[in-house]
């Protein structure tokens, strides 16, 4: 029996010549005197690899699998398997998550750092103080003047959204005064079966520092955006970013919404009951600056960790809304025709309205069952929406867990190459 003595990286390995060739064809079982690897002063053949994963290779040629401890990282075990030639299809079942892990790790890293590219990419094409303004607006933790205008900017956010939801409470409208005709119309048209909300906007006036406020918040966002537009380095990446057609809509709205109202109160329009319209429809459609919060994800890494956790998820996402329409559909025509005296049982699209809100747990009460059949049905369908709603959840906080941890492993990174950087300038200028 010829024994082979390897030495990898230092490490000495000792074997058999008929354990080499267990796999043909690859480097270990083509080894001979004559290759360039081979130390005649030593009588062995020297490998300037890594020892740790050339261990695991070589139980592999003992027991024809392939284990890797997790100690390993997944690219290094790839780029030895590559340079002994053997297929990643050895690996056994129980070692897969240690070689695709890295996978995942970077899959999460690359996500985090597409806003980070992004930027610089467009270091290069622009002048110095126009980047630094944008970088301030767009990589909150750039520097400490990028924090302090990101709070700026997330306060004046949750302030316009406060104003906003403010401006719709009834208490906070100005009334007409009592005895005047706009008075006695707006009592009239109270018991008539006009929304609500049409005549809060005819009748009422709006509040006064709710307007002063409303107004100060429109022109920020619209400097802000101004601003922005004006010091980004590539247009096409401030175009092809959903959050800033967010605030350029919300912008041209707000001002249509502020000259449809002053003109009113002005009487400068002829055709009133089309600029009522037309106010009603951007007073609408204004609802969309609520999604400027949306913009807090940039300075707050868990927010956007959040949303990238739910995108990740989407296929489970996905696959729940298929399930529990599929369920809501069996359990609603179940009960349907369960509940056949019930008269808040009409259809089956009314019954799958009731199974979903069971499935929920939310029961609103409007629709119950009375039969001994329908609170049968009503049990199973409550257990099942119990059930269907719980596993989704486990794969959500996974996936939020694996973000969360490589962000801190970055964050950590980054200031530690921070603080390296900094020493060493501080060293070149001494």
């Keep these: 029996m010829e024994r082979v003595r390897i030495c990898v990286g230092g490490t000495h390995f000792v074997t058999t010549r008929e354990t080499l060739n267990k796999y043909p064809r690859t480097p270990l079982a083509e080894l001979n005197k004559s290759c360039d690897n081979f130390d005649d002063s030593e009588n062995e053949y020297y490998f300037d690899r890594d020892p740790a994963v050339f261990a695991c290779i070589l139980n592999m040629y003992r027991t024809k699998e392939l284990h890797v401890t997790q100690a390993l990282c997944g690219n290094a075990v790839r780029n030895e398997l590559e340079f002994w030639k053997i297929p990643e299809t050895v690996i056994a079942p129980c070692c897969w998550r240690t070689l695709h892990q890295v996978d995942q790790d970077k899959e999460i890293l690359d996500s985090l750092n597409k806003g980070n590219m992004k930027g610089d990419k467009s270091e290069k094409s622009c002048h110095s103080w126009r980047f630094r303004v944008w970088r301030c607006m767009e990589q909150p933790n750039s520097s400490l003047t990028a924090r302090i205008w990101n709070v700026i900017l997330a306060l004046m956010i949750l302030l ?3 104003v906003y939801c403010l401006d719709t409470e009834p208490g906070l409208r100005i009334m007409p005064e009592n005895g005047t005709d706009e008075y006695w119309t707006y009592r009239y048209a109270q018991k008539t079966n006009i929304d ?12 006064k520092i709710i307007y002063i406020i409303d107004f100060i918040c429109l022109l920020f966002f619209s400097a802000e955006l101004v601003v922005h537009l004006l010091v980004c380095p590539i ?13 350029i809509l919300t912008v041209l709205i707000g001002w249509s919404v502020f000259v449809l109202e002053e003109g009113s109160s002005q009487d400068l329009f002829e ?23 949306f913009r807090l994800m940039q300075s707050n890494s868990n927010l956007r960790i959040i949303f990238l956790s739910l995108m990740e998820c989407k296929r489970e996402l ?12 069996i359990f609603g025509s179940f009960e349907y025709f369960c509940e056949g005296t019930n008269s808040k049982f009409e259809s089956i ?18 629709m119950y069952p009375t039969t001994t059949c329908g609170y049968a049905v009503g049990s199973v369908c409550a257990l099942f929406g119990v059930l269907a709603l ?8 996974t996936h939020f867990s694996d973000y969360y941890t490589v962000n801190q492993w970055r964050s950590k990174a980054k200031k530690r190459k921070q603080r390296l950087l900094s020493g060493e300038c501080q060293s070149q200028r001494e």
Aim: hydrophobic share 60%; with cysteine; glycine share 2%.
């Design 160 to 162: 316009a959204s406060i």
């Design 196 to 207: 609500n909300r049409i005549l809060l906007l005819i009748f009422t006036d709006y509040n």
């Design 235 to 247: 247009l096409r990446l401030f175009f092809c970013s959903i959050i800033n057609w967010i605030d």
């Design 271 to 293: 055709d009133v009951q089309t600029a009522f319209y037309s106010y009603m429809v951007f007073k609408s459609l204004y609802a969309i600056r609520i999604f400027r919060i």
């Design 318 to 329: 996905i696959l729940l809304v298929l399930s529990f329409f599929i369920l809501a559909t």
């Design 349 to 366: 699209p009314l019954a799958i309205w009731w199974a979903l809100v069971t499935m929920t747990t939310v029961g609103y009460g409007d």
């Design 390 to 397: 719980t596993l989704p959840v486990a794969v959500i906080a």
